[in-house]
C-alpha cells in the first residue's frame, strides 16, 4: 500500500507496531532463559504478560478502524531484537549479561513509546476517537515498563555489573 495521506501513514505504522509486538512476545519468551538475577526474569515475563495484553488492544485498533490485523515488517524492530539476542548470547558474565539485557528490552520500550506516542498523536490528528484509548493505554503501559525497568537497573543490575 502506497502511503500517500497521513491516515495511511497511520495504518501502515499501526501494521509496523503490531510486528513488533509480535517479534518482541517470541523474543523475550528466549531472553528470559539467558537471564540471571531473579528479579530480571520477573520483570520479563511481566513484560511478556504486557506484551499480549498490547497485542489484544492493538487487534481492537484494528477492529474500529475495520483493518484485517496484518503485521508490517520493521528493520527498526528487527535490529533492536538482533542486538538483544547478540547481547544475550556473546556476553559470558551472568551479572554483565543481565545489565546487557536490560539495556536491549529497555531500548524496545522506547521503541514502543515512540510508536504509540506518534500513533496517538496522528489518532488525535484524524479524529480517530475509536482508536485512540487502546493507543494511550499502550503508550502509558510502556512508560510504566520502562519506569520499572530502570528502578531495577539503577537499583541492582547496575550495581552487581559494576562490582
Same mark, same amino acid.
Not at 131 to 144: R, V
Given at each position: $500500500? ?11 505504522? =499501526?501494521?509496523? %507496531? ?16 539467558? !537471564?540471571?538475577?531473579?528479579? =530480571?526474569?520477573? %520483570?520479563i515475563?511481566?513484560?511478556? !504478560? #504486557? ?7 492493538l ?5 474500529? $478502524?475495520? $483493518? ?9 524492530? #528487527? ?8 547481547? !544475550?548470547?556473546?556476553? @559470558? ?6 545489565a546487557? =539485557? ?20 496522528? @489518532? ?7 482508536? @485512540?484509548? @487502546? =493507543? ?21 543490575v547496575?550495581? $552487581?555489573?559494576?562490582?
Open positions: $500500500m502506497p502511503v500517500k495521506t497521513l491516515n495511511d501513514l497511520f495504518r501502515r505504522t =499501526l501494521q509496523d %507496531v503490531f510486528y513488533a509486538e509480535q517479534q518482541t512476545l517470541q523474543a523475550t519468551e528466549k531472553l528470559v532463559k539467558k !537471564a540471571t538475577l531473579p528479579q =530480571l526474569k520477573a %520483570v515475563n511481566q513484560h511478556t !504478560a #504486557d506484551t499480549e495484553k498490547r497485542i489484544q488492544r487487534e481492537s485498533v484494528f477492529q474500529s $478502524m475495520k $483493518m484485517r490485523a496484518e503485521p508490517r515488517q520493521s528493520a527498526g524492530i #528487527d535490529g533492536l531484537l538482533v542486538e538483544a539476542e547478540t547481547v !544475550a548470547n556473546e556476553i @559470558a558474565d551472568p551479572d554483565t549479561r543481565d546487557g =539485557l536490560l539495556a536491549a528490552i529497555q531500548e524496545i520500550e522506547h521503541y514502543r513509546i515512540n510508536r504509540y506516542g506518534t500513533l496517538l498523536a496522528w @489518532a488525535g490528528q484524524l479524529g480517530l476517537r475509536d482508536a @485512540a484509548p @487502546a =493507543l494511550k493505554e499502550n503508550l502509558a503501559a510502556s512508560k510504566e515498563r520502562d519506569r520499572v525497568l530502570s528502578t531495577v537497573a539503577e537499583t541492582s547496575n550495581r $552487581m555489573a559494576a562490582a
